[in-house]
């Protein structure tokens, strides 16, 4: 789960310098029912999917606003910026926070890491989850 209080990421192709900021994990969750607009959590449905594809109950059941974003695909409403997020930036906030802690676990810098997804993935699925 993360939540956007601050974050910076249109939908049009991104400025050089974009600012992010997120809660991840246990902090994320605590702070959703007090703000569950700008509180995400099951991005990885979304990713790679496009927009008029996603069923429209399980958008419901989301809990946050999705938008159709400049490339058909879907985007993430945060209220907090007034703007809507990928859900390829989502994942790779929370994929940066993973690879975060377990350096500091690790006691250094990992040398790479391994990114599992579901197998039932389709290749644009796949396709979205590189750039994260």
């Known amino acids: 789960m993360a939540g956007c209080g601050v974050a ?4 049009a192709p991104p400025p050089a310098q974009t600012t992010l900021h997120f809660l991840v994990g246990a902090p994320a969750k605590r702070a959703a029912p007090a703000n569950p ?3 995400y959590g ?9 927009y008029r ?3 429209r109950p399980e958008l419901a059941r989301l809990g946050f606003g999705v938008v159709e974003a400049f490339d058909g695909g879907a985007g993430l409403w945060c209220p907090a910026r007034g703007e809507a997020l990928t859900p390829v930036d989502v994942c790779g906030v ?3 926070s993973l690879a975060s802690r377990a350096a500091e676990a690790a006691g ?7 990114v599992t997804v579901p197998a039932r993935f389709t290749p644009p699925q796949l396709a979205a989850v590189r750039p994260a």
Do not use: E
């Open 42 to 50: 099951s991005v990885k449905r979304l990713l790679g999917r496009p």
């Open 94 to 96: 929370l994929l940066a």
């Open 53 to 55: 594809a996603l069923p």
């Open 37 to 39: 607009a700008n509180s």
């Open 108 to 114: 250094g810098p990992l040398g790479g890491a391994v």
């Open 8 to 11: 910076r990421r249109p939908l």
